[in-house]
């Protein structure tokens, strides 16, 4: 039976919900391949013309909601700048528009986070073949309602999953990355879905889509699980505006996942001593959001992007 060909949008911009699946039996992409896909989307994003609306990483899958823009926006400049990005030194000369054409494919974005990840889980595991299973699933979507709502489906994710109870909780999705790194994440887009419908600060319109998930949670749907109701109420008593203490609650993470942590100084004096327990080549400290003068490098994502 032949492929239906994809809905591809040309020289305007256009957002997908992307769906790639494993081709293996069970849970098998672990926390540390988990962190080292989403340091893939967050490198290769900063190569394509993409921005990420929202990602969730599960056991067997992945979800992107990506928007994708047409690369004649973008000067020869920039684009020998994320040239540079993606081949490190260049030894030889980039064929600018042939890579300009690159960057502005859907399916040439996700080949490359699919390709990259396959090859560092098979040598991970010693094993051989095919890690995907069929081509990715995309739909394009109207930018407003529709993009909220699927992004609303990608954060309940790990919810419907009985995996946890908010959607917070769950690591490897956007609204638990929102919340944990908050304005200085420079990754994800700060639209939160919301296109004009909650204008305002990043705090109003995270307050905004935190209120519409959770009320979407609370619905089950076709029997999956949902937000416990005891749950939703003391959301609804705060109005969904996340307190300090939640907001520390998930960003502690650094505090068990950190290799080093300290003042920007102590961060970097020590990766100078340690750098060959890393096998990233560009280990910068990172800020930890809402604690004064702390950074940290993770150990999560020891191995290397490339």
Same mark, same amino acid.
């Given at each position: 039976?032949?492929?239906?060909?994809?809905?591809?949008?040309?020289?305007?911009?256009?957002?997908?919900?992307?769906?790639?699946?494993?081709?293996?039996?069970?849970?098998?992409?672990?926390?540390?391949?988990?962190?080292?896909?989403?340091?893939?989307?967050?490198?290769?994003?900063?190569?394509?013309?993409?921005?990420?609306?929202?990602?969730?990483?599960?056991?067997?899958?992945?979800?992107?909601?990506?928007?994708?823009?047409?690369?004649?926006?973008?000067?020869?400049?920039?684009?020998?700048?994320?040239?540079?990005?993606?081949?490190?030194?260049?030894?030889?000369?980039?064929?600018?528009?042939?890579?300009?054409?690159?960057?502005?494919?859907?399916?040439?974005?996700?080949?490359?986070?699919?390709?990259?990840?396959?090859?560092?889980?098979?040598?991970?595991?010693?094993?051989?073949?095919?890690?995907?299973?069929?081509?990715?699933?995309?739909?394009?979507?109207?930018?407003?309602?529709?993009?909220?709502?699927?992004?609303?489906?990608?954060?309940?994710?790990?919810?419907?999953?009985?995996?946890?109870?908010?959607?917070?909780?769950?690591?490897?999705?956007?609204?638990?990355?929102?919340?944990?790194?908050?304005?200085?994440?420079?990754?994800?887009?700060?639209?939160?879905?919301?296109?004009?419908?909650? /204008?305002?600060? =990043? @705090?109003? %319109?995270? !307050?905004?889509?935190?209120?519409?998930?959770?009320?979407?949670?609370? $619905?089950? *749907?076709?029997?999956?699980?949902?937000?416990?109701?005891?749950?939703?109420?003391?959301?609804?008593?705060?109005?969904?505006?996340?307190?300090? /203490?939640?907001? =520390? @609650?998930? %960003?502690? !993470?650094?505090?068990?996942?950190?290799?080093?942590?300290?003042?920007? $100084?102590? *961060?970097?004096?020590?990766?100078?001593?340690?750098?060959?327990?890393?096998?990233?080549?560009?280990?910068?400290?990172?800020?930890?959001p809402g604690v004064e003068d702390m950074?940290?490098?993770? !150990?999560?994502?020891?191995?290397?992007?490339?």
């Open positions: 039976m032949p492929r239906i060909p994809r809905l591809i949008v040309r020289g305007e911009e256009a957002v997908y919900h992307v769906v790639s699946r494993t081709a293996l039996d069970g849970f098998v992409i672990e926390d540390e391949d988990k962190e080292y896909l989403l340091g893939l989307i967050k490198w290769l994003s900063s190569v394509f013309f993409v921005e990420i609306l929202g990602f969730c990483i599960m056991g067997n899958h992945f979800h992107l909601l990506v928007k994708v823009f047409p690369g004649e926006r973008f000067s020869n400049e920039d684009v020998m700048n994320r040239a540079k990005k993606y081949y490190g030194k260049l030894d030889k000369k980039v064929d600018v528009e042939r890579f300009r054409q690159k960057c502005e494919v859907l399916s040439e974005f996700i080949k490359e986070i699919k390709q990259r990840f396959a090859r560092h889980y098979n040598k991970k595991h010693d094993r051989r073949g095919y890690f995907w299973g069929e081509r990715f699933k995309s739909v394009l979507l109207e930018d407003g309602p529709a993009v909220l709502n699927c992004l609303a489906y990608i954060d309940l994710n790990p919810v419907r999953a009985g995996l946890v109870k908010r959607p917070e909780e769950y690591r490897w999705c956007s609204i638990s990355y929102h919340v944990a790194m908050g304005e200085s994440g420079g990754f994800l887009s700060k639209d939160l879905g919301l296109s004009g419908m909650a /204008k305002g600060s =990043f @705090k109003k %319109r995270l !307050r905004a889509y935190r209120e519409y998930l959770y009320e979407k949670g609370g $619905l089950v *749907v076709d029997g999956k699980g949902a937000i416990d109701g005891d749950i939703l109420c003391d959301e609804r008593q705060q109005e969904f505006a996340p307190s300090t /203490k939640f907001i =520390f @609650k998930h %960003r502690v !993470r650094y505090f068990s996942d950190g290799a080093i942590l300290g003042s920007k $100084l102590f *961060v970097k004096r020590w990766y100078s001593e340690f750098k060959d327990y890393f096998k990233s080549k560009e280990k910068l400290p990172r800020k930890i950074y940290s490098l993770k !150990r999560l994502s020891r191995a290397g992007i490339s």
